[in-house]
């Protein structure tokens, strides 16, 4: 009878175990939220039994805890550690998921068993086996249109931090066209005492200052898609119809402001030469001037001369 309800038991829970074996089929907790590992029983004969339950992850055990006549008289770990536990119903619903407290990020999926193990016996097969995932979600992207390296061609530069796994960055032009992938330089990093993620990724194009720029970041184990950005420099007509008049008005000023620099310059020409002209008539009118008082004055000298010549002869 022992072993007639022992293969009555483990038959029934393998029928209705709900088990997740593939890895396609992994399910996705997001990084520092809780999660909860399915697994349940819909038959009646646990009220009789002694028995324990181990949950691990991969050869690691997470949990154990043994009930005996209905009643949990021991789990490991305690429910003060508050990292894993079961339900508190279990023997009423069947209900043997784990429930834990916060997901930590990992590298690859990790699988899960849960073990029935009946007293006395050894460990058989597992009865629920879970695969999971994690990610955690990206913050929003931001895109930065920098000077141009070179002529006619410029650098965008997308960045987001925080996530898990690695995502896919995705770029646009103008919302529609891609461009080609030896234009696109990607890289991610773990961050600083984390497990989490932060990615870079620079496009180089030939676009105008018109053109609009697109940066996906792309998560697809959340269906998770965040999108910046950059946009172009837009002229309105309106913007177009000013410059155009502010630029006839700054040339018209150039040219009024040229008339006026020849117009000076002209002026102060001839007045140059004005001065000049007057200046040598002035110096010929005291040359003039000048040689008349001398001769004036030499002919008075021989005035004075006669006059004592004539006296003394007297």
Not at 37 to 50: A, D
Not at 77 to 95: I, Q, Y
Not at 144 to 149: G, I, Y
Not at 245 to 253: E, G
């Amino acid at each position: 009878m022992r072993v007639f309800w022992s293969t009555t038991l483990f038959i029934g829970l393998l029928n209705h175990c709900a088990c997740y074996e593939e890895k396609e089929n992994c399910i996705v907790g997001v990084v520092g939220e809780p999660i909860t590992l399915p697994c349940f029983y819909s038959g009646h004969e646990l009220n009789t039994l002694n028995f324990s339950v181990e949950w691990t992850r991969d050869s690691q055990v997470l949990l154990r805890s043994v009930w005996e006549e209905a009643e949990r008289v021991e789990q490991w770990p305690t429910a003060d550690t508050n990292t894993s536990r079961l339900s508190d119903d279990v023997l009423e619903n069947g209900d043997f998921s784990l429930e834990l407290s916060a997901v930590l990020p990992l590298r690859q999926a990790q699988t899960f068993h849960m073990f029935l193990v009946r007293a006395g016996e050894a460990r058989p097969s597992p009865l629920c086996t879970v695969c999971l995932r994690t990610a955690a979600s990206f913050t929003p992207p931001s895109v930065q249109r920098l000077d141009p390296p070179e002529a006619n061609q410029t650098t965008f530069l997308c960045r987001s931090v925080g996530g898990h796994p690695e995502p896919t960055v995705h770029w646009l032009i103008n919302g529609t066209w891609a461009p080609p992938g030896a234009s696109v330089t990607s890289s991610t990093a773990p961050m600083a005492n984390s497990s989490l993620h932060s990615i870079i990724s620079l496009l180089l194009a030939d676009v105008s200052h018109q053109t609009t720029v697109t940066c996906s970041v792309e998560v697809p184990s959340l269906n998770e898609t965040l999108n910046a950005t950059s946009y172009g420099v837009k002229v309105s007509p309106v913007g177009s119809r000013a410059s155009g008049a502010l630029w006839v008005f700054s040339t018209a000023l150039c040219a009024a402001v040229a008339v006026l620099v020849t117009a000076a310059i002209i002026y102060q020409v001839l007045v140059d030469r004005g001065h000049k002209e007057l200046r040598k008539t002035h110096r010929g009118y005291r040359y003039n001037f000048t040689g008349s008082s001398e001769a004036v004055g030499v002919s008075l000298e021989r005035s004075d001369g006669s006059d004592s010549n004539n006296e003394t002869d007297g």
